[in-house]
């Protein structure tokens, strides 16, 4: 049974710093590339990062990059999201999904039609 968790949200000030984490179950990383999107109410889903083990990519959407930081642990299956440098424009709601393929490839910001999401992590950047 395919299965993410996500974990590591909460409440931080501007400047500070994130680590969430997508524990994967029932796949391997080796096969699948996961992304991790955000969302806030109104608006749609907004890919921010994306990791595929089997080619070791990373990819970062402009609004994140130079701030966050993508990683995988094969050994763990887990993903995690290293974020630094919060802005309260980055308060949303985080889910990492299981994507179609091995690769990010170079639409990894759109959804790709895969219904393996993680149940979300709130992530709220305030003073």
């Known amino acids: 049974q395919v299965q993410l968790v996500e974990s590591g949200g909460g409440l931080v000030q501007p400047g500070g710093s994130l680590r969430l984490s997508c524990a994967a179950s029932g796949f391997t990383l080796d096969y699948y590339a996961i992304a991790w999107f955000r969302q806030v109410p109104g608006k749609e889903r907004e890919g921010i990062s994306c990791?595929?083990?089997?080619?070791?990519?990373?990819s970062y959407a402009d609004s994140v990059k130079g701030r966050f930081t993508i990683s995988g642990d094969n050994a763990k299956n887990t993903v995690y999201l290293q974020m630094n440098s919060l802005k309260p424009e980055d308060t949303a709601v985080y889910y990492c999904v299981r994507r179609l393929g091995s690769r990010c490839g170079t639409k990894w910001y759109i959804r790709d039609g895969s219904n393996y999401w993680g149940q979300g992590t709130q992530v709220t950047v305030s003073s």
């Open positions: 990791f595929s083990s089997s080619d070791s990519m990373t």
